[in-house]
């Protein structure tokens, strides 16, 4: 029997058409619960203040490049969204006078517009936004050489290839988005194959670094995150890392501070970890089959799903 229509975007996969059950389990659960989630494998972290997520998320980075020499390099792969810990690593590299120039960083993604990915020069470049707000912060004599900086192009071959090229990442962060993705790891379109089931865990999981068309719910969430809401800024498609390369990564490491996703998807995508269930139309919950996860909270954040009009 086919699945109900997603009542954001009829012709697409997203969490609106899930079991109403589930859906219901999850808006009663209390930040305590959220806590409680936790199993082998999957870690919840909470953090009481800002200052004390962004600098734990910055150290993530710090942590990965200590780790790293010239013959075993180390990397981590990072997001824009959040941003916050991006000054933080550069600033703590310079006071502690680190020498990361072994280390490695691959960025999650990048628009697509006009046939090619983004460049620097757009307002919202992924890139331009990692360089601005670290690594051109990170004193010279300190910082790792361009090389060792992987932003995906729409050629996506050498950033895969960089992903096998005998570096490993000991981290990949990631945000969530108001559609549940990492990256730009979106639900896919209803249609085809996938127009009364959407792809199994397994298909999915076999996607690479790729062009992908965003779902207008991304649309609208980097319309209000980055955009001042202006909709017709934001690109329609992006080049994202993809699970392929996420399970190549030792770590995958979650952070929301309640910006980017709302009290109720905090709260989805943990408990369909912690309950291993997998299910394409809410790609986060994917990483039930990754070893090592973490999720980062800013307690506050959580916020609750009470029904309140405003």
């Not at 936790?38 to 200052?51: I, K, N, Q, S």
């Not at 992903?163 to 379109?189: E, I, L, S, T, Y």
């Not at 952070?255 to 309950?275: K, V």
């Not at 291993?276 to 986060?284: E, G, T």
């Amino acid at each position: 029997m086919p699945r109900r229509l997603s009542s954001i975007a009829p012709d697409w996969w997203d969490y609106t058409t899930l079991d109403p059950d589930l859906l219901e389990t999850v808006a009663r659960l209390t930040p305590r619960d959220v806590e409680r989630l936790a199993r082998p494998g999957f870690r919840v972290v909470m953090h009481d203040t800002l200052e004390e997520f962004y600098l734990a998320e910055a150290l993530e980075y710090v942590d990965a490049w200590r780790r790293s020499t010239d013959d075993n390099p180390v990397g981590i792969c990072g997001p824009i969204g959040p941003t916050e810990q991006l000054p933080l690593v550069a600033r703590i590299v310079n006071t502690l006078q680190l020498d990361v120039r072994s280390g490695h960083f691959w960025g999650m993604d990048e628009w697509y517009l006009d046939g090619r990915e983004a460049p620097t020069t757009h307002p919202l470049s992924f890139e331009r936004a990692d360089r601005e707000l670290c690594f051109d912060r990170i004193a010279a004599r300190l910082r790792m050489p361009d090389a060792h900086l992987h932003f995906p192009k729409a050629d996506t071959a050498p950033y895969r290839r960089s992903w096998d090229a005998g570096v490993r990442c000991a981290v990949m962060q990631g945000g969530q988005g108001d559609v549940k993705h990492w990256a730009f790891n979106d639900p896919p379109p209803r249609k085809g194959r996938y127009k009364d089931q959407p792809p199994s865990p397994a298909e999915y999981r076999k996607l690479a670094t790729r062009i992908v068309n965003l779902h207008p719910l991304t649309i609208a969430q980097n319309a209000r995150t980055s955009g001042g809401g202006n909709v017709s800024l934001v690109p329609t498609q992006a080049v994202s890392v993809g699970p392929m390369e996420t399970w190549k990564a030792d770590k995958v490491s979650i952070w929301q501070a309640g910006t980017h996703d709302n009290p109720f998807g905090q709260r989805l995508t943990a408990y369909m970890i912690s309950q291993r269930i997998p299910d394409a139309a809410v790609p986060m919950s994917l990483l039930a089959d990754h070893p090592n996860v973490q999720f980062n909270y800013y307690r506050p954040g959580l916020g609750t799903c009470d029904v309140k009009m405003r």
